[in-house]
T-cell receptor, first 119, second 114 residues
Framework: EAGVAQSPRYKIIEKRQSVAFWCNPI?????LYWYQQILGQGPKLLIQ????????DSQLPKDRFSAERLKGVDSTLKIQPAKLEDSAVYLC?????????????????FGPGTRLTVL | AQTVTQSQPEMSVQEAETVTLSCTYD???????LFWYKQPPSRQMILVIR??????QNATENRFSVNFQKAAKSFSLKISDSQLGDAAMYFC???????????FGTGTRLTIIP
């Protein structure tokens, strides 16, 4: 079974530029997550999709970050314009969960992440 | 809001020895999951072990086991017979039963000494 795919693996941009990350979840996984992992910290959830709808985006800085999941499969995360503090690893994860709120356990599988450096 | 605390930024252990990584958490919920994830230099988070809060028995997965103390809100990971491949960042994480959001600690970097 193929895992969660992300691209690019690395990206270097200057502040105020725009950048986009792409994620392809495991086939059949209804729920997709984007996490931000700043150096020296644990991952922090930015946004959670169930199919193509947003379940939780409470920690997404909406003035500069946007995300979409067209057709309930692939997803893109965009930053426009980027700031120095956006330098981080952006992790995508997916799970089988068919509902946004679930009492049963469905493991989240993570991709390899994209390391963003903002100069 | 739930919080997860890992007070050991770095740990080291001799190959084949045993090491314990500490984690404490804070929650007002009674039903939840706790996890330990491994993140090698490749950056991919890998689930090591999971514990359901309603289970009194500590979870084990081969060389990995946990010491879950619900009243103390403590969740430590024991790695037995440490191997070079165990070297990585280890993150403790929390999830409510009714919500899939994971809350992570700041991680512990584990070094294995040959």
């Amino acid at each position: 079974e193929a895992g969660v795919a992300q691209s690019p693996r690395y990206k270097i941009i200057e502040k105020r530029q725009s950048v986009a990350f792409w994620c392809n979840p495991i086939s059949g996984h209804a729920t997709l997550y984007w996490y931000q992992q700043i150096l020296g910290q644990g991952p922090k959830l930015l946004i959670q999709f169930q199919n193509n709808g947003v379940v939780d985006d409470s920690q997404l800085p909406k003035d500069r970050f946007s995300a979409e999941r067209l057709k309930g499969v692939d997803s893109t995360l965009k930053i426009q314009p980027a700031k120095l503090e956006d330098s981080a690893v952006y992790l995508c994860a997916s799970s089988l969960s068919g509902r946004g709120v679930s009492s049963s356990y469905n493991e989240q599988f993570f991709g390899p992440g994209t390391r963003l450096t903002v100069l | 809001a739930q919080t997860v605390t890992q007070s050991q930024p770095e740990m080291s252990v001799q190959e084949a020895e045993t090491v314990t990584l500490s984690c404490t958490y804070d929650t007002s919920e009674s039903d939840y999951y706790l996890f330990w994830y491994k993140q090698p230099p490749s950056r991919q988070m890998i689930l090591v072990i999971r514990q359901e809060a309603y289970k009194q028995q500590n979870a084990t997965e081969n060389r990995f086991s946990v010491n879950f103390q619900k009243a103390a809100k403590s969740f430590s990971l024991k790695i037995s017979d440490s191997q070079l491949g165990d070297a990585a960042m280890y993150f403790c994480a929390y999830r409510n039963f009714g919500n899939e959001k994971l809350t992570f600690g700041t991680g512990t970097r584990l070094t294995i000494i040959p």
